[in-house]
T-cell receptor
Framework: GDSVTQMEGPVTLSEEAFLTINCTYT??????LFWYVQYPGEGLQLLLK?????DKGSNKGFEATYRKETTSFHLEKGSVQVSDSAVYFC???????????????FGQGTILTVHP | GAVVSQHPSWVICKSGTSVKIECRSL??????MFWYRQFPKQSLMLMAT?????????EQGVEKDKFLINHASLTLSTLTVTSAHPEDSSFYIC????????????FGPGTRLTVL
């Protein structure tokens, strides 16, 4: 079945450091890939997405590129801020044709803490 | 943006009692709502998919008689944990998919259930 594997956390960085959170997936066909973020006390929010190979999703300085050859969707940010401290979830959906998003399969989440 | 609320945010109950959790889409109509369960330091696990006016579709291994789901309107879905036991203690999260162009899922903040 489908699965998503994220790098183990927690990740602790100083402000302005470079961030990478690795994500690899296993799925048949051509899934859509997502990164969600969960700030303390809040629900998950969609951070960025990519629906086909070589697509790059970006938002709020975060980027991730859909790499089909390595089945990866690593999250990166060039300079993190204290306000980026949150839990980050990688996810995939296999029913993403056009405007439809189907069931989501999540990775285990990575806790990011950014110190001033 | 679209907001999903859950009530209560946390609940403590005695073993053998039933607990109802509400999930509401506050400013949009949700054709589909999803219920997830999250164990500490683990990923979100999809329990069931709920469509307004029809029976919920449960994932393999989820007891439909134990986790009753009712999606009575386009803005409300409820999850009732019947005859709760300590092993049902968990973090329950709902999401709602709006009936608009991109069908993106929006997540509630979650409900912490503790069964004594």
């Amino acid at each position: 079945g489908d699965s998503v594997t994220q790098m183990e956390g927690p990740v602790t960085l100083s402000e302005e450091a470079f961030l990478t959170i690795n994500c690899t997936y296993t799925a048949t066909g051509y899934p859509s890939l997502f990164w969600y973020v969960q700030y303390p006390g809040e629900g998950l929010q969609l951070l960025l997405k990519a629906t086909k190979a070589d697509d790059k999703g970006s938002n709020k300085g975060f980027e991730a590129t859909y790499r089909k050859e390595t089945t990866s969707f690593h999250l990166e940010k060039g300079s993190v801020q204290v306000s980026d401290s949150a839990v980050y979830f990688c996810a995939l959906s296999r029913h993403a044709g056009g405007t439809s998003y189907g069931k989501l399969t999540f990775g285990q989440g990575t806790i990011l803490t950014v110190h001033p | 943006g679209a907001v999903v609320s859950q009530h209560p945010s946390w609940v403590i109950c005695k073993s053998g009692t039933s607990v109802k959790i509400e999930c509401r889409s506050l400013d949009f109509q949700a054709t589909t709502m999803f219920w997830y369960r999250q164990f500490p330091k683990q990923s979100l696990m999809l329990m069931a998919t709920s469509n307004e006016g029809s029976k919920a579709t449960y994932e393999q291994g989820v007891e439909k008689d134990k986790f009753l789901i009712n999606h009575a309107s386009l803005t409300l879905s409820t999850l009732t944990v019947t005859s709760a036991h300590p092993e049902d203690s968990s973090f329950y999260i709902c999401s709602a998919r709006e009936r608009l162009a991109n069908n993106e899922q929006f997540f509630g903040p979650g409900t912490r259930l503790t069964v004594l």
